[in-house]
């Protein structure tokens, strides 16, 4: 059974950093997009960032470009996702994903990705 469970959310004043962690378990880690996704109150959810498992790519949307790093450790089958100097506007859901076995590079589509997890809450404050 895939599991993706989230952690590391919390309540932070702007300009703070928080890191999120991702720890993926029930299939083989390799060779798949892992990406972090963001749903704020009364918005779509939207893609943030996105890694490549086996070649390390990564992918940023323009908003976070700078400001929020995600890496991985392939040893623990996490990801993570540095974000510093937040803003209120990045108070949100935040979702880790997984693409089923995937070669080519990784973007942020929903549609690409089959497994979710529960999310963690992320409140940045003014």
């Known amino acids: 059974q895939v599991q993706l469970v989230e952690s590391g959310g919390g309540s932070v004043q702007a300009g703070g950093s928080l890191r999120l962690s991702c720890a993926a378990s029930g299939f083989i880690y390799s060779r798949r997009c892992m990406a972090w996704f963001r749903q704020a109150p009364g918005k779509e959810r939207e893609g943030v960032a996105s890694?490549?498992?086996?070649?390390?790519?990564?992918y940023y949307t323009d908003s976070v470009k700078g400001r929020l790093t995600i890496s991985q450790d392939n040893n623990k089958n996490t990801v993570y996702l540095q974000m510093n100097s937040l803003k209120p506007e990045d108070t949100a859901m935040y979702y880790c994903?997984?693409?089923?076995?995937?070669?080519?590079?990784?973007?942020?589509?929903?549609?690409?990705?089959?497994?979710w997890g529960q999310g963690t809450q992320v409140t940045v404050s003014s």
């Open positions: 994903a997984a693409t089923k076995q995937k070669w080519s590079g990784c973007k942020v589509s929903e549609s690409e990705y089959s497994y």
């Open positions: 890694i490549h498992t086996t070649f390390g790519s990564t």
